[in-house]
C-alpha cells in the first residue's frame, strides 16, 4: 500500500493557475446529453401494476379482512 498523496500537484499540473483556478477556456467543453451513451435499451416493461397481481392482492386483503371482522364478532 502506497500512503503517499494521490491528488496530483497543483504546482506542477498543466491548466492551473496559481491557487488552484482553472483559467477561462481551458477546460473542455460541455456535454450535450447523455440519453444516448448507454446501451439500447430494447425491453421497456408497462407501467403500473398487471391485473392478476392486483386481483391477487384484492384476495388477500379481503380474506385478512372477513377474517377479523368474523374474529371480532365470535368475541
Request: aromatic residues 6%; glycine residues 10%.
Amino acid at each position: 500500500m502506497d500512503d503517499r498523496n494521490p491528488d496530483p500537484d497543483p504546482r506542477t499540473t498543466p491548466g492551473l493557475e496559481r491557487g488552484g483556478q482553472v483559467p477561462p477556456g481551458e477546460t473542455p467543453p460541455a456535454e450535450g446529453s447523455t440519453p444516448g451513451a448507454g446501451p439500447r435499451e430494447t425491453h421497456n416493461p408497462v407501467r403500473g401494476w398487471a391485473r392478476t397481481p392486483l386481483l391477487v392482492l384484492a384476495v388477500l386483503v379481503i380474506v385478512f379482512v372477513v377474517y377479523f371482522l368474523a374474529w371480532a364478532v365470535l368475541l
